[in-house]
Structure formats: structure tokens, C-alpha cells
């Protein structure tokens, strides 16, 4: 016996409650479409155009499951078509399968694709500080739903991890006095001509030449790497470089990483050789003299077994290592011109020193990705603003556009964005209101997360966020289809906006509309436009009321305290008859750790008081729950409801969001009035930010409903 429901495709078997053997019914799932969408118009006319098909066949189609399963699931004209008392049961069962069906198959496309997933990516410890963060985070641009688990290893484990399929990439130096042993890995070479450095202390004889040769140092004591097991591949490049000097290096320590080797050399245990990544991170305590013909390649490996998204990867890191540039060790650094496709635009290092990479050492930026060409080639759209309740602008259509602070490159290349992933990694700036611009306490003042004076943090927060909750969000939109109209209410970067886009394809349109439109303006698709609109103050008349076949709206109504009914009504008049709205909120604060045993339990408890956090600064903490009830309220039916949770780890991605979000709401509005509320709020942020403690996220409601016809 078995218990639940169960589907197999194929020979399509559904069964409600307890199972047994000779209760198993076959199925065609083809028929379970026309069935889900007849229950949802209670018309037949309707439901064959929305299926797009004839009402005979529809009539017939329905025939067939009714005799199939044995019993009725609608009654028939000249009585008004009504789902039977079976037909709910079934129904109740049969739609969520079919939504699981579906993002099954959208999930494994993806994933197959390169869009989804997780990508394994291994590299050398030197490559930890400055080289890999950037090619993640020009990765991140193009593929934002693929998670990057990033890990130290020497080359002797990455090609073992690579064999046993452990991980997807490896990014490592090579050079041409060693050969790479790496059976059926395909080698991609994305950054050559990288140069070499003596790394030395301060006294050394050659701290102040500009560069050396390597033959000079023939008679110095050397640390080497020793690597992992064999064949020990740094081992044997540091050796064929010292012999075709000319020179057998005195080698008087041996160490597995960069860090341990130059701390070797700051004891005075000798001298290292140090590759180029070492370089950008500016050792203090050492000093870097350029070897003089002496480069490495850097390579990414990847095997006929990784995810479809390491050559996306690879296509990374050849730009992350031109917006990186090449170090001035001796003397005061120039401003980078980074060259690509002809044109030339100035960076700066994200430590805030300013780098130099001359134009013959950048790679030709390129990538293969089908979706960066489309980003280019989009058509401008239009923006339309509306007044706030001041009345200080008007309803208007202006063409969007926006110039480049430079020319753009000719080829389609992630780095072209340096500047924005370096302003989305900067460190948050004082979020203390007293010292914020005038324009970022003119916005709504009941949003406290407001962008204006706070754009960089603002921007790496709504990063964050839509790396967590967009993979669900998309999952409970599986209803959209080509054609619809839809309206995405508080869009903020419009991560959600463009797939709606996407899934209403060409004949449909999508409008993205917030309070502040910062990050929507750089959006160009020709079914998207952008609207600066206040649900609760604009009027409706901009959005076109009534013509929406769908409406969303993520994390908004928790900021209107009080205001939520009459912003569902609102909503609600922007449906067509037999419109969608969905709308997903949470219990906010039922967030706390779960361990009694671990010593911050009770003082997070303590200055948490269930919740209370947000109950004193005029937020409903369990407001989530309650949507429903709201939904019903303000007229829709067919509500359905779905709650969801988990336990995460402090300082994971879900622990660092919800860190900043509580921390720009404290200061933005909802501040301490006391010494005591400041240090509660305080230990509760520290406590998030503890990978020792372990959470309950908030009990995520999303909710759904249909406006009658």
C-alpha cells in the first residue's frame, strides 16, 4: 500500500488517499489540460479558445476522462457547467500536479541550458582574493539563477575532482616548460601572457628594481610549492622556469599554498616566486619585482561532464581578467584603459587603488550566449511617470535613452558591466538618516528600503534577494501564458518582470511598475514597460484598469500597515473578469534560531520578543498569513494558499538579506529610542551574521485568486 498521490507518466496513474493495487486507473495526461482549464471558465465556449481548439473536440476530450476515471465531473447545458463534487476532488489533486509538471520540465531545460543549477568551480588559493570574485560576479550577470561553489584546490585535486565529476571547472596557471596531463578536459586558455614576480622582503638587495632577470637570482634560497601528490605540476613549473634560466634553484622550503609561501618569505626563510594574481592583492609586508620573460597562462578546464554553464563560465573569466588589469608594483600606477573592440574606458580596482593593463595583453572579451546578443539588439521602450499625490509631475511619455558613460564594446562581453558589479560589491555606506540626501526621504515614507542616496547597497540587497525567492516566485507564475497581459507591482530590479516578458512572448505585454524605477530604466524588451506608479496614491488610469490577465506583487503589502485591503481593492480593479492575482508575503516574525543548546538562543530571544522587533516599528509580524482572508475580502474566489519554510545556516544568502534588510529598516525609520533598543538590535544582527547558529526563516504565504467574470 502507499499513501498520497502518485503520478507516472506514461501509463498516467493519479490516486487520492490509500492505494492499492487494483485501484490504480490509467490516464491519459493530455486530457488533464482541458479538464484543469474547462473547471477554471465553467464555459466551453471559453475554455476551447483558451486552449485553442474547437468546443466539439473540447467536448469530446472530456468524454473521454469522464469515461476513463467513471464518473462525472461536470454537469452539462442546458444546466450552467459546474465542476461536480468528483470533479473538486480530483481537481484539487490534478492542478498542483500539473504546475509540478510543468516546472519540472522548465527546471530540467534550464538546467540543461546552463540557467539553473549549481556550478563547481575549483581553483589555486592565489586566484582567491581578486580573480575569482570577479569572474563570479561577471558570471552572476549572465546567468543569475546558476549558484557558483567556489573551493581552494591545488592542480593535482582538480583534475582528480574533475574526473570524479566533483566539480565543473578548475582555474589553475600553466606555462609552456609543462605539459597538462589532463585526459578527455577540455583546456581553455583565458588569460596569457599573465606576468611573474620575485617576491622578496623590504632589505632584499633587488626590493627596489623595477624588474629582474630570473638568472640573477641563481645563487638566493627559494621556497617552492610543493602541490598534492603527483605529478605536482607548480612543483615541476617552478623547476623547468629556474632550469631554463640556467640555474639549479637552491630550494630551502617547500609549502602547498601562496599564503604559506609568503609568509615563509616574510620570515626571511628566503625568496618565492609569485604569479600575477598576487599582485593585485598588494602583499604590505613584501615586495613584488617583475621577472623579466617570464609569463604564465591561466586556464579553465572543464570536462565533457560539466554543467552547461562552465562555458559560460569560461567566457567569464577571460573578461574578469581584463576588468581586473595588470598591477604597477614599482612606482605610482596609471589610470587602466581597458580596450575592447577598439574602444577604451577607464576602471577602478575594487580596493580603490587604480590599476594598469596594457591594451596587448587583453583578451578578445566574447561569449556564446545567445541571451547577451538579444540584450543588445533590444528596441528602446518607453517609461511613463505619474504624480505623486504632491502633483509635482504628469502622466508622459518620454523616449528612454540611456547612454553609456562610454561607448559600449562591439563584442558582447560581461566586463562591458565592471562598472555596475564593482558599485553592487562596494561596502554598505552610513545608512544614518540624518546624513542621507534630501531625495531619499522624499520617497514613500512608509518604504523603508528606499534606493535614493544608498543605490550600490540597495542594489546588492535586491541581488541577494532575487537569488533566494525568484526560483519559487517563478514556479507559482506557471500559470502565464502566451499572450496575456501582466502587471508586476513593486518590480524592483525586474528580475520577475523580464521572465513574464519572456512567457508572453511577443503577442503579449508586460508592465513593471514601483515607486522608485532606479533599476527598472536599464529593462529593454519590447513587451516590457516600465511605469512609476504608488498602488495606493497614483490613480489607476496609467495601468489601462481592467485589462490585466494577471497581476503579482512580492514583499509590498507588509510595508503598508493598515492600507493592505484597500490596496488589494486597488489591485483588484486592474484584473480583467477572470484575471489572476498572486501575491506572496511572509510572517516575518516568526524568524528565530532553533538550537536552545547554543549560546546565543535566549539573548536573540530576548531582544527578539517573538517578533516584536518589527511589531515596534508598525509592522504586522505575522502579516502573511492573513492574505487569504484579505484575498476573499476584497471579492476574488478560487483562493488558494500554499505555505513554505526552512532552516539555513547564519551568514547564508537568506541569513545575509534578511541581515540587511532589518538593518536599512532600523535606520531608515524604524530606529532605536534607546540605548538599550540600539544594543538589541545590535546582538540580533550579529547573531544573523553567526554561521554557528542556525535559523527558521519566516513562513512564506503565497496566495492566489480570480476576479469573477
Known amino acids: 500500500m502507499g499513501l498520497g498521490r502518485i503520478i507516472i507518466l506514461g501509463g498516467l496513474r493519479i490516486i487520492g488517499g490509500v492505494m492499492d493495487e487494483d485501484q490504480r486507473i490509467p490516464l491519459d495526461v493530455r486530457l488533464l489540460e482541458p479538464f484543469v482549464v474547462l473547471a477554471e471558465e465553467l464555459h466551453f465556449t471559453r475554455a476551447a479558445e483558451r486552449l485553442h481548439v474547437a468546443q466539439p473536440a473540447l467536448s469530446q476530450q472530456i468524454a473521454r476522462l469522464e469515461q476513463q476515471i467513471g464518473m462525472r465531473l461536470f454537469t452539462r447545458p442546458p444546466e450552467a457547467v ?136 641563481a645563487g638566493e634560497s627559494w621556497i617552492m610549492p610543493s602541490g598534492t601528490g603527483r605529478p605536482g605540476y607548480q612543483a615541476a613549473i617552478f623547476l623547468a622556469t629556474c632550469r631554463r634560466s640556467g640555474f639549479e634553484p637552491r630550494v630551502v622550503e617547500r609549502a602547498n599554498s601562496i599564503e604559506t609561501m609568503l609568509g615563509l618569505v616574510t620570515a626571511g626563510l628566503g625568496i618565492a616566486l609569485a604569479p600575477w594574481a598576487v599582485a593585485l592583492s598588494r602583499p604590505g609586508e613584501l615586495v613584488l619585482v617583475e621577472i623579466e620573460g617570464e609569463s604564465l597562462d591561466v586556464v579553465a578546464v572543464r570536462t565533457e561532464h560539466s554543467a552547461a554553464a562552465s562555458e559560460v563560465f569560461s567566457g567569464c573569466a577571460r573578461c574578469g581578467r581584463a576588468a581586473l588589469g595588470r598591477p604597477r608594483i614599482a612606482g605610482i600606477a596609471s589610470p587602466l584603459r581597458h580596450r575592447c573592440g577598439g574602444h577604451a574606458r577607464r576602471l577602478s580596482g575594487r580596493s580603490g587603488s587604480v590599476l594598469d593593463l596594457p591594451a596587448s595583453r587583453v583578451q578578445d572579451c566574447r561569449t556564446d550566449r545567445a541571451s547577451t546578443e538579444r540584450r543588445r539588439t533590444r528596441s528602446r521602450k518607453t517609461h511613463r511617470t505619474w504624480a505623486g499625490p504632491d502633483g509635482s509631475r504628469r502622466l508622459g511619455k518620454r523616449s528612454c535613452r540611456l547612454k553609456p558613460p562610454v561607448p559600449p564594446c562591439e563584442s558582447p562581453c560581461p566586463c562591458a558591466n565592471a562598472d555596475v558589479r564593482g558599485a553592487r560589491l562596494m561596502s554598505t555606506q552610513s545608512l544614518d538618516p540624518k546624513v542621507l540626501p534630501a531625495a531619499a526621504q522624499e520617497i514613500e515614507p512608509s518604504y523603508r528600503l528606499a534606493a535614493a542616496g544608498r543605490e550600490a547597497a540597495e542594489n546588492q540587497r535586491l541581488s541577494l534577494l532575487e537569488q533566494i525567492y525568484d526560483p519559487g516566485s517563478r514556479r507559482r507564475r506557471q500559470i502565464v501564458q502566451s499572450g496575456w497581459r501582466c502587471l508586476e507591482i513593486g518590480a524592483g530590479r525586474g528580475s520577475i518582470a523580464i521572465w513574464l516578458a519572456e512567457q508572453v512572448g511577443p503577442t503579449g505585454a508586460v508592465v513593471a511598475t514601483d515607486i522608485d524605477v532606479t533599476y527598472l530604466r536599464r529593462l529593454e524588451l519590447p513587451n516590457l514597460e516600465v511605469v512609476e506608479h504608488n498602488i495606493l496614491e497614483s490613480p489607476l488610469e496609467p495601468l489601462e484598469p481592467g485589462s490585466f490577465d494577471l497581476v503579482c506583487l512580492r514583499f509590498v503589502l507588509a510595508h503598508l500597515s493598515g492600507r493592505q485591503e484597500a490596496a488589494i481593492k486597488r489591485i483588484v480593479q486592474c484584473l480583467r473578469p477572470g484575471g489572476w492575482l498572486i501575491d506572496e508575503d511572509g510572517d516575518w516574525g516568526t524568524t528565530a534560531p532553533v538550537d536552545p543548546c547554543h549560546p546565543l538562543h535566549a539573548p536573540f530571544h530576548g531582544a527578539w520578543r517573538e517578533g516584536d522587533w518589527w511589531a515596534s516599528r508598525g509592522y504586522d509580524p505575522a502579516f502573511g498569513r492573513k492574505l487569504p482572508a484579505l484575498f476573499e475580502r476584497c471579492g476574488l474566489e478560487h483562493i488558494g494558499h500554499q505555505a513554505t519554510s526552512e532552516v539555513v545556516r547564519g551568514r547564508s544568502p537568506w541569513t545575509r538579506w534578511y541581515a540587511e534588510s532589518l538593518d536599512v529598516i532600523h535606520r531608515l525609520g524604524g530606529g532605536a529610542t534607546n540605548e538599550s533598543q540600539q544594543k538589541d538590535h545590535e546582538l540580533i544582527i550579529a547573531t544573523f551574521r553567526d554561521p554557528t547558529v542556525w535559523f527558521l526563516r519566516e513562513l512564506l504565504h503565497a496566495t492566489w485568486g480570480r476576479r469573477p467574470h
Open 82 to 217: 459546474r465542476v461536480t463534487p468528483a470533479g473538486q476532488a480530483l481537481l484539487a489533486r490534478v492542478r498542483p500536479a500539473l504546475a509540478a509538471i510543468r516546472t519540472g520540465v522548465g527546471e530540467a531545460r534550464s538546467v540543461a541550458a546552463g540557467d539553473l543549477g549549481t556550478l563547481g568551480v575549483a581553483h589555486l588559493s592565489s586566484l582567491a582574493p581578486r580573480v575569482v570574485p570577479a569572474i563570479i560576479a561577471a558570471f552572476h550577470d549572465e546567468c543569475p539563477m546558476v549558484s557558483v561553489l567556489p573551493r581552494e584546490a591545488s592542480v593535482e585535486e582538480q583534475l582528480g575532482d574533475l574526473r570524479d565529476g566533483e566539480v565543473d571547472v578548475g582555474l589553475f596557471h600553466l606555462n609552456r616548460d609543462v605539459k597538462l596531463d589532463g585526459e578527455g578536459a577540455a583546456v581553455e586558455v583565458v588569460a596569457s601572457g599573465c606576468p611573474r614576480y620575485a617576491a622578496v622582503r623590504p632589505d632584499h638587495r633587488i626590493a627596489g628594481w623595477r624588474s629582474v632577470a630570473l638568472g640573477e637570482l
